[in-house]
Each structure stands twice: as structure tokens, then as C-alpha cells.
């Protein structure tokens, strides 16, 4: 009995060995957490996932963006896309039968995600708001 559980301790202590850059992880949390909900800076434009929806949102022509909460207030038919995990496959409905189905590969303490295909030919990289792409890309 001490073998079965002695190698059932250790099983679980291997399986829970997997790398943070290639583990995606949904939920809510720290941005130290591998986790896409937030707010992640596209270059002009800021993407931002909640528990199930993805928003693109503009910036107001200065530099700025609105918050959500202001985004959603100034563009009430703009409802964001719905998204979902399918084992570590990030799914966004775009519409009209179309979906974008992107692997999250978390880098820079979870500061950056590189987004890649099934394949893994790369995609994009996103970078949480507010993050020194100086200091970690």
C-alpha cells in the first residue's frame, strides 16, 4: 500500500511539472497568473478578454483608450466577441461562422502572451497594458 501511494505522490508531483510559457491557464486572477483575461495593448488598438467575451477597443485619437465599461457605454452594438478554451486552443466566434483558434504561449512573467497556430506557426504577440516591452518582448 505504501508503494501504490508513494507512486501515486509522485505522479501527481510529475504531472504538475509543466512550463508556465507553454501552459495556457483561463481565470481570473493576478497578471502574474497565466491567464488572458485583462487588457493587453495591440499596438493601436487594446484587446481586452472578460470571463467570456473579447473586445477590440479604439483609442480616442490622442493616445488614449476608454475603459471598458466607457467602451461598451459609447458603442452599445459593440458586444465583443464570445471566446472559450478547447484543451489549450484559445477560440474567438468572429461572426458569421468564421473563428480565430490561437495557441496562448505565456512569456515575460505572463506580461506577454505570443500567439501561435495549432501548428505552431506564430501568429501575434500581445503585451499586458501598462508593460515595459524595453524590459521583456
Known amino acids: 500500500m505504501k508503494n501504490v501511494f508513494f507512486a501515486l505522490l509522485l505522479a501527481v508531483s510529475f504531472a504538475s511539472c509543466v512550463p508556465e510559457a507553454v501552459f495556457p491557464i483561463s481565470g481570473e486572477g493576478t497578471s502574474s497568473e497565466a491567464t488572458i ?32 465599461e466607457q467602451f461598451t457605454q459609447e458603442n452599445p452594438g459593440l458586444t465583443g466577441n ?26 515575460c512573467g505572463n506580461q506577454v502572451i505570443r500567439w501561435v497556430y495549432e501548428d ?11 508593460h515595459d516591452i524595453t524590459a521583456c518582448n
Open 82 to 107: 464570445d471566446w472559450w478554451y478547447e484543451g489549450e486552443v484559445v477560440v474567438v466566434d468572429l461572426n458569421f461562422g468564421n473563428f480565430s483558434r490561437l495557441v496562448p504561449m505565456f512569456k
Open 120 to 130: 505552431g506557426s506564430e501568429h501575434s504577440s500581445l503585451f499586458r497594458e501598462g
Open 37 to 68: 483575461l485583462g487588457r493587453w495593448d495591440a499596438g493601436n488598438v487594446r484587446v481586452e478578454f472578460t470571463d467570456d467575451k473579447r473586445f477590440t477597443i479604439y483609442g480616442n485619437g490622442d493616445g488614449t483608450f476608454p475603459t471598458l
